[in-house]
């Protein structure tokens, strides 16, 4: 069985001086049952990892599991962007089976307590394990396993409200509860121009407007509660709709709703985050779609 990591620095590799290379970590991991082929990906910090290489480690992913047909393939990633990078991974993945897992390291190689070779070592278990075979991108950290589409950085990884799917106990998966549906497959590269805007009373129109002025193909809207956002947008927001330009509302809290934004055209996130919501719209967007085709993944997500 071959598995593949795919290594991009960050954190969990971190030391003093210089930064390990996948296989220096992999070796760190301890003994493997399974034979592991290790690609270095140049990439930027991940507070700061731009579309493109997120792109680049979504078709890297989909490749391995649906072109070379490996049994599994493990992202080694920092953690602020992780969630996205996962899940963007995830919807890309189309027809995959192999097993996906993302972690990554909350402390540095050169800490006394580091924390990445032990979730290495749990990553690659779960990417080899049949249990994980069809169940879509997971996030593994501290030996706990949650869908990409519901992980959420917090003080650690937490899929809240949604159950954890898992933990690595024993050199094996056991899975707790059922993985969420798999995204279904629209094909075409994602949308990278999507923004994301926070809202909050009394925010002006022009802020939103600003965005597609500067050539956002779409836009994610973070409201409140059950995805309220302010009145001063309704137009705004019907207006984009006309234009074919997609307006998603997601919440800041766990709301699922859309609240009166339905009304002026705006389509619901689903109960995704609001960064979820980006990366769903963008790859709702990529055979050039506007609102319909946007409407229609949403609705089937």
């Known amino acids: 069985m071959t598995l593949l990591l795919l290594a991009t620095g960050d954190t969990m590799a971190h030391r003093d001086p ?10 760190l991991a301890g003994p493997l049952p399974d034979r592991v082929v290790v690609e270095d990906v140049m990439a930027e910090p991940s507070w700061d990892t731009s579309v493109s290489t997120q792109l680049v480690l979504g078709r890297r992913v989909r490749a391995a599991l649906v072109e070379d047909e490996l049994a599994g393939v493990v992202v080694t990633h920092g953690v602020d962007t992780l969630e996205e990078v996962a899940f963007l991974a995830d919807l890309m993945a189309g027809p995959a089976r192999g097993g996906m897992v993302f972690t990554g ?3 540095p190689l050169s800490h006394p ?3 990445g070779p032990a979730n290495l070592a749990a990553a690659l278990t779960a990417a080899a ?3 994980l075979r069809g169940a879509g991108a997971v996030v593994c950290l501290d030996g706990e396993l949650h869908a990409a589409r519901w992980a959420t950085l917090a003080d650690g990884f937490t899929s809240a409200p949604h159950p954890m799917l898992g933990r690595v106990v024993d050199g094996r998966v056991h899975l707790t509860s059922t993985p969420p549906p798999r995204p279904p497959v629209v094909g ?11 809202t909050y009373p009394d925010m002006p129109a022009s802020l939103l407007t600003m965005v597609t002025d500067l050539g956002a193909q779409g836009v994610v809207l973070e409201g409140t509660g059950e995805g309220n956002v302010p009145v001063e947008l309704f137009s705004t927001i019907m207006g984009l709709s006309e234009m074919d330009i997609p307006v998603v509302v997601a919440s800041r809290s766990y709301g ?17 985050s609001a ?27």
Not at 18 to 27: D, N, W
Not at 188 to 198: I, Q, T
């Open 188 to 198: 075409g590269e994602p949308e990278s121009d999507v923004a994301l805007v926070k």
């Open 18 to 27: 210089g930064v390990a290379s996948g296989r220096e970590l992999v070796e």
């Open 105 to 107: 390291g909350l402390r």
């Open 113 to 115: 307590s580091a924390d």
């Open 275 to 301: 960064p979820k919501a980006r990366v769903a719209l963008m790859v709702a967007l990529g055979k050039g779609g506007g609102v319909e085709a946007a409407l229609r993944y949403f609705d089937s997500l």
């Open 256 to 272: 699922s709703g859309i609240g009166l934004a339905a009304q002026m055209g705006a389509i619901s996130a689903r109960g995704l």
């Open 129 to 131: 394990d049949p249990a």
